[in-house]
Every structure is written in structure tokens, then in C-alpha cells.
């Protein structure tokens, strides 16, 4: 069965630092991965995505994301963050191989705080 | 371009009631999912929808069903409401319903079950 782990709970990271959001995926096939945003009280907003190509995706807000096949994963990074970056951060996969059509499979979610 | 809508933001139903959300997606796009998201439970997937057909259901109960109309947007429907069904339900739509396509996602609607 497909799944997606983010491993830590929380990150706490000082502004002007980098920032990295781990995320670990299980799929048959091949994986279309995403990245989402929560602010608290909001919707989810698109970060990023990797469907196929260079391994290094660009994303919205400076955001950029490292696929790696042969560990299965797909951290979020950042190379200086900011306050306003404070949110609930998700990875989802999803699986074309197995007709999963538009479902997507989230992690838990990764609560990032970013102090000044 | 809008982005999705959904209506009601918010909604306080008793036990038993039922109820119906409303999804209007992103002009041009006809899939449409449904997500329950719940602080125990995290984001679990409902249902999807493509040119008002069923395409994926998730593993909830029949007291959740969903339907789309001609125009993309979409309704999802809560009956005889229980305890846990209070939650945040988000909306995501996309141009069709392909795994490569990105699902952009409402405000969602809160519901609280007293």
C-alpha cells in the first residue's frame, strides 16, 4: 500500500537559518509527490511538485525540494527561512500505477516554527 | 482566476442531523476530491469526482456521499451526524483526474458536531 512518512513532529528552526522538512514515501510504480502548506485556519496551498525530470524541484515562496528514488524520499528545503514561514507543512504522493486517480496519501504533518 | 470556494466556512450540527457541503472549483476544472481532516486522523481522502461521475471513494461509511453537477461543482452530504464527524472538510479541484495534475484546495468547511 502506498504511504507517506514525515518523521518529525516538529522542526524549529532561527530565521535567516536553512530549513529542511523530511518526507519518506512507499509506492508501487512511480511516484508523483507534493508538498502543501496550512496556515492555521486555511486550506492547504501548493508548494511544489515532482512528477518526473531533474531531481531538484523549484517551488512557490523560495521553496525547493530534493527527490532521492533510492531512499524514497522527498525533503523540503529552504536555504534561509523566515518567521512567515511558521505552518503545518504536508507531503503527498500519489500513485498513477495503480489507477489511484487523483487521491492523494498525507503524511501527518510537520509543524514548523521559525523564531526571530 | 478565483480559486475554489466552499460554503458554508462554518457549521454547528447536533447528533443525528444531517448536512451539505458545497464545492465550487477552480473556473476550467472538472475533477474535484474531498478530504476530512481531523486532528487524530490527520488528511484522509473522501471521494473524487471527474465530469459528475465517482471515480475513487475513500474508506468512510454511506452516511458520506457526494455528487457533481453538470457545471464541475460539487456537493458532499453527512447523514445521521455522529461525534466524530466534526472536522475540517476540504475541497480540492484539478483540471481532470490525472495523478500528474495538481490539486489546488479550498478554505474548507469546519464542522462541529455537538
Known amino acids: 500500500a502506498q504511504s507517506v512518512a514525515q518523521p518529525e513532529d516538529q522542526v524549529n528552526v532561527a530565521e535567516g537559518n536553512p530549513l529542511t522538512v523530511k518526507c519518506t514515501y512507499s509506492?508501487?510504480?512511480?511516484?508523483?509527490l507534493f508538498w502543501y502548506v496550512q496556515y492555521p485556519n486555511r486550506g492547504l496551498q501548493f508548494l511544489l511538485k515532482y512528477i518526473t525530470g531533474d531531481n531538484l524541484v523549484k517551488g512557490s515562496y523560495g521553496f525547493e525540494a530534493e527527490f532521492n528514488k533510492s531512499q524514497t524520499s522527498f525533503h523540503l528545503k529552504k536555504p534561509s527561512a523566515l518567521v512567515s514561514d511558521s505552518a503545518l507543512y504536508f507531503c503527498a504522493v500519489r500513485d498513477v500505477g495503480n489507477n489511484q486517480g487523483g487521491k492523494l496519501i498525507f503524511g501527518q504533518g510537520t509543524e514548523l516554527s521559525v523564531k526571530p | 482566476k478565483a480559486g475554489v470556494t466552499q460554503t458554508p466556512r462554518y457549521l454547528i450540527k447536533t447528533r443525528g442531523q444531517q448536512v451539505t457541503l458545497s464545492c465550487s472549483p477552480i473556473?476550467?476544472?472538472?475533477?474535484v476530491s474531498w478530504y476530512q481532516q481531523t486532528p487524530g486522523q490527520g488528511l484522509q481522502f473522501l471521494f473524487e469526482?471527474?465530469?459528475?461521475?465517482?471515480?475513487n471513494k475513500g474508506n468512510f461509511p454511506g452516511r458520506f456521499s457526494g455528487r457533481q453537477f453538470s457545471n464541475s461543482r460539487s456537493e458532499m452530504n453527512v447523514s445521521t451526524l455522529e461525534l466524530g464527524d466534526s472536522a475540517l472538510y476540504l475541497c480540492?479541484?484539478?483540471?481532470?483526474?490525472?495523478?500528474?495534475?495538481?490539486?489546488?484546495f479550498g478554505p474548507g468547511t469546519r464542522l462541529t458536531v455537538l
Open positions: 473556473s476550467g476544472h472538472r475533477s
Open positions: 469526482y471527474f465530469s459528475e461521475t465517482q471515480r
Open positions: 509506492v508501487s510504480g512511480n511516484p508523483y
Open positions: 480540492a479541484s484539478s483540471l481532470v483526474a490525472r495523478g500528474t495534475d495538481t490539486q489546488y
